[in-house]
């Protein structure tokens, strides 16, 4: 899928410049597959985008302690 979204251009700067809503990137301190700063790029295309460090965090969500996430979510959106 990720492939696709990516031939097809549909991350463009273009299209990401076009969300308005508050959009949260959320980098693991320890992810393998996108690095700070392609993170620090997109997060920086987005009208109302912020970036976020998860330390000692992986690149799948569902691999984050559940507690650490519990709080990043809340801190990030309550």
Do not use: C, W
């Not at 076009?18 to 620090?40: C, L, N, T, W």
């Not at 912020?50 to 559940?66: G, V, Y």
């Not at 650490?68 to 809340?74: A, D, S």
């Amino acid at each position: 899928m990720m492939q696709i979204i990516g031939e097809k251009y549909l991350l463009s700067e273009t299209n990401l410049k076009a969300v308005q809503q508050e959009v949260i990137i959320g980098i693991g301190s320890q992810d393998r597959m996108v690095s700070y700063e392609e993170s620090k790029s997109v997060a920086s295309m987005l009208p109302n985008g912020k970036l976020t460090k998860l330390e000692n965090s992986p690149h799948s969500i569902e691999q984050i302690p559940i507690d650490e996430l519990t709080v990043f979510v809340k801190n990030s959106f309550l």
